[in-house]
Structures are given as C-alpha cells and as structure tokens.
C-alpha cells in the first residue's frame, strides 16, 4: 500500500494530535487495515488490538454492517443540514439511541465528537437554568484528574493541569471536586472501593461557599478514563446525585468512554444505579467508524426549552455535520450489533475473568496498583525517579513490538479491548505485559 509505505510520508505535513510529533515521526508507528480485534501494519504484522482504537471500537474493527451502512447511505444522502430540516435518519437513530437509554433519557442532541457532545451539555445546563428564570446559576464544577475534551468548556471543567497551561483564559466560575484516587485506601480493589463515597461530600463545602443559586451543574466522568481508569468508591455518584438534587443542580455524566457497553451495561448510569440529567456519549455510538458525538437530556431538561414562552429562549447551538445522515446509518448499524450479539451483557460475563486476568499482574516488578470495571483495566506503575511517563510509554512500545497494543497514561497502563474480546486474546493482552514488566525490571 504505497500510501502508508513510511518511505513515502511526508512527516511534516500532518501535525498529529496528542502527539510528540517529532519523536514519534524519527519511528512511525503505522495501521493500514483492521479487522475484529487485530490491526495490521504495513510491513504484514497483526497487533491484537487492546485499546479498542481509542475506546471506540467496542464492536471490533471494519463490522461489516456498519460499513455497509455508511457505504449505501453515502450513496444514497452524502449530506443534509439539521438547520431547520433535517432526513429520517436522525430522527430514527435519535429515536433508537433514545430507547437504549435509561430512564427519562429520552432527547439527543448530536455532534461530531466527545469534546463537542461536552460542550453542548454544559451550554444546554447553562441556558435550562436561564429558561427557567434562574439565569445567575452561572457556575460549573468539574473534578481533578477528569478528561472532558479539548474545547474550551471541556477544557474548563477538565481536571488535568497539563492540558490547560498553555492556553490562557478558560472559562470563569468554574470549582473543582477532588479526585477519588488515594492509593493507601484502595491500592489492587477489584471493581468498586469501599473506601471514599465521603468525597461526594465536597460537593456540599462548594455549595456552601458559592450558594446554590449560582451552581448550574457537576459534570463528572462516571468512571474516569483516559487519567488512569479511576473506578468510583462505592456510594459516591448516589451521593453526588442526592446533593444535585438537594440543591437543583444538574448532574452530568460524561460517558463518552463508558457508555455502549464497556461498564457492562449499556450505559454506566445503569451500572451505578444512578441517573443523571445530561449524558454524553461519543466513541462508541458509531464504533468509530464515523466521527459523531450524542448529548441526551432527561425530559425535564428538554420541556424547559420548549416550554419556555415563545422566544424566550431558544438553544442557538448546532454544528453542519450535526446528526449528519452518514454518521446516523453508522450509529444505526452499530446499536442493532449491539443489540443482536448483546455486547454489554457479554462484558459483564467476561468480567471476571478480565478482572482476574488483570490483578494476576500483582507482585510483578514496579506496579504498584491494578484497577478494574467492566471491560477496562489500569496496571499503575512505579515512575522512574525523576521521569514521571517514560516507563510507561517505554512499556506501550515493548508491547506493541510484541504485537499488542496497550495504552500508557503516565504510568499507568490502559486496557480496554473491543467487547468481543475472546478469553484467549485476554490471556494474550496480559500475558505480553507481564513479559514486558519483567524484562522492564
Ligand atoms: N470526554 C471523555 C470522558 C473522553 O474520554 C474524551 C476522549 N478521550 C472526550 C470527552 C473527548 O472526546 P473527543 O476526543 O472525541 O473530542
């Protein structure tokens, strides 16, 4: 293939995201074709896919529906606004999104990606407020070590110091929960801790400092992922949820990672047992096979707008490629998968066995953590002194160079495989990095 041939790349012209361009660029790592759970490089070697792409391909790679669906509605629709019209096909995907939902989850708004389905439901959180005659609840509370995306609400609520340095002003009035990480606490639990629902309870000092009227809404990942699978203690999203409610605050639960079934159920609210006001969901709606993202909203959010007298307020929000009709064929596609091979239910049988394969890594030289829920896994290593992240991205590519790829996040390893994982590719994924940690010794 020669356009993937690295021979042939210019490796200026393509500034890549999230990424050490020229560090990367002097050994490029390339994909030019999946399958199932396997990428295949250029040079004819298959890496077992452990990420899931990036926690998108919860299906497996290049479904056949889902590309056949994108195939036959490119041909058919490339492109229809939803500015004042629309196609059938966001109304039906909206509608089967809908009905997968839990609970009063019952309206979407669509975009293009995780970061835009983020931003949407902080505005939507702000201007419900507003259409309700409550327009001076203006703040937003985030919680350290959380990921929401890279826009500029995102960016704002997000919890990691690194990501936000650089870029000047964020967004006024926003507080912060405190992470629900303490290792001494809850160092190798299996699932959920014990230890540390309490933490829910700073919630209430923020309240206290602010006054409620001035608190639009907490935005939370349920789990949080790309900062290192950070499993909520026990009693913790309840509790948040009783203050929200306390306090009429709206609760909104990014599972732009967790949703689709990665939690073992179809949404991690279901999981948790606890139901928030916006959900936002992205990587796994069209198995990241066609870029979208999905804000759904609780009836009350919506009729707040649509109740609101004529005019008044109005939600002056909205992309082009908003509800883009190929992206709706895609996502279609990809809940009858879901539905028909019952992929959340199958992560729940498998997890387990995922769980026990993960915490057999204990006692191996430098980790020092392992955590799990669902189909997900962080092995949390020893830095080494003075380089926080260089162990755990020397440990991804003697991972890769054996054929399975695993994600680093600092130092803490990621897994999180397409859904249709088999037991022996779990054994593989685990096995080749236990190998890597004790040559890494
Ligand atoms: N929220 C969460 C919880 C995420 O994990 C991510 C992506 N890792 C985003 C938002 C942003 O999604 P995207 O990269 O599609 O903008």
Redesign the pocket.
Known sequence: MPSSSPTQIDPEAYWMPFTANRRYKRDPVLFDSADGMYYHRPDGSKVLDGIAG??CVNAGHRRPEVVQAIAHCADRLDYASSFQMSHPLAFQFAEALCEQAPGELSHVFFSN??????DTALKIALGYHKARGQGQRVRLIGRER??????FG?LSVSGIGGHRKNFGNLLPYVDYLPHTYDRSQMAYTRGQPAWGAHLADELERIVALHDASTIAAVIV?PV???TGVLVPPQGYLRRLREICDRHGILLIF????CAFGRLGAPFASERFGVLPDIV?C??GLTNGAI?M?ATLVRDAVYEAYMDAPEGAIEFSHGYTYSGHPVACAAGLATLAIHQSEGLAQRARELEPYWEDAAHALCGLPGVVDIRNIGLLAAVELEPRAGKPGQRGFGVHQACLAKGSLIRSSGDAMLLSPPLIIEKAQIDELFSTLSEVLRQDA
């Open positions: 990036l926690w990606s995780g970061s835009e389905a983020v959380s990921y929401h995306g890279v826009g995102g990942e949080a992922g790309s990014d599972e732009v990672i936002t992205a990587k870029p993202g």
